[in-house]
């Protein structure tokens, strides 16, 4: 059985950064795409990022240039660094193992002053 467990969330102030990670267990993610969605105060999930096994990535429009998604296959994570946060960042993150369509729990990302 597949477990996503994200970390890293918390409290930032615009303009701030975060890195949030994700760390599987269960399964190899050495195999397989990982994605980063979140899902904001009454909106649905939308997708944040794709690291896919060859190392290139993937970003929503929202996030490009800000956003950094990576991982390290030796340590069965993934990582999103995020940079230059803004109020509209404000979500529940998730990750997801696309080969078993797997979700973690989350992790709240909150932007405020």
């Known amino acids: 059985q597949v477990q996503l467990v994200e970390s890293g969330g918390g409290l930032v102030q615009p303009g701030e950064s975060l890195r949030l990670s994700c760390a599987a267990s269960g399964t190899t993610i050495r195999f397989s795409p990982m994605a980063w969605y979140r899902q904001a105060p009454g909106k649905e999930r939308e997708f944040v990022a794709v690291?896919?096994?060859?190392?290139?990535?993937g970003y929503a429009n929202s996030v490009k240039s800000r956003f950094t998604a990576s991982r390290d296959n030796a340590k069965n994570t993934v990582y999103l660094q995020m940079k230059s946060l803004k109020p509209e960042d404000t979500a529940v993150y998730y990750c997801r193992h696309r080969d078993t369509q797997s979700w973690g729990q989350g992790t709240q990302v909150t932007v405020s002053s």
């Open positions: 690291i896919n096994t060859d190392g290139s990535a």
